[in-house]
C-alpha cells in the first residue's frame, strides 16, 4: 500500500516535464471539483485564456499529461474520452441519457478483486468498474415519472 501511494507521488511530478502555461492552464482546468471533461470541453475553457491555442494542441497536452501519470484518462460510456485528475482509484457512474459523469463514493471494493482472484488463474492486478444509471435531472424529467399514477 504504501510502495503504490510513493508511487502516485512520484508520478504527481515527473522529472523532466515541463510545466508550460498551457499544461498548467489545462490542469487548472480538471482541477474544478467533480469534473471530467472531454478534450473539447477542456479546449473551450482555455482558449479564454490562450486564445490562439488550438484543439490539437490541448489534445496533445492532455496525452503527455495523462502519460506522465498526472492525469487520468477515462474511457466511459460510448461517448469521447473524459480526462480526470484525481488519480486515486475511484469509481465512475455515467447516465445513460445525458452522458453526465460522476465520482461514486465508497471504494475501492477490494472484495471484488479477491473474488476475481479466487475464480481465475490469471494474476489479477486491477480492475476497471463503471456504473451507469439516470442522473437525477433525467430521472426527474423522464415522462414515466411526470404522469400521474
Ligand atoms: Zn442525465
Ligand atoms: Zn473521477
Given amino acids: 500500500m504504501v ?3 510513493n508511487k502516485v507521488q512520484a ?3 515527473p522529472a523532466g516535464l515541463r510545466m508550460t502555461r498551457q499544461r498548467r492552464l489545462i490542469l487548472e482546468e ?6 471530467h471533461p472531454t478534450a473539447d470541453a477542456v479546449y473551450q475553457q482555455v482558449r479564454r485564456r490562450i486564445p490562439n491555442i488550438s484543439l490539437g494542441t490541448v489534445y496533445r497536452n492532455l496525452e503527455v499529461l495523462s502519460q506522465a501519470g498526472m492525469i487520468r484518462k ?3 460510456g460510448s461517448g469521447q474520452k473524459r480526462y480526470d485528475r484525481k ?3 475511484h469509481y465512475h457512474v455515467h447516465c ?4 453526465r459523469i460522476s465520482d461514486l463514493p465508497g471504494g475501492p471494493f477490494g472484495d471484488l478483486e479477491e473474488v476475481a482472484r479466487g475464480n481465475s488463474d490469471f494474476d489479477i492486478i486491477g480492475y476497471e468498474l463503471e456504473f451507469e444509471g439516470l442522473c437525477r435531472q433525467c430521472k426527474d ?3 414515466r415519472q411526470r404522469e400521474p399514477n
Fill in 11 to 13: 508520478n504527481a511530478k
Fill in 74 to 76: 477515462l474511457h466511459i
Fill in 141 to 143: 424529467s423522464s415522462p
Fill in 30 to 35: 480538471l482541477d474544478a471539483p467533480g469534473r
Fill in 3 to 5: 510502495t503504490i501511494m
Fill in 96 to 99: 445513460v441519457q445525458c452522458g
Fill in 87 to 89: 488519480l486515486h482509484k
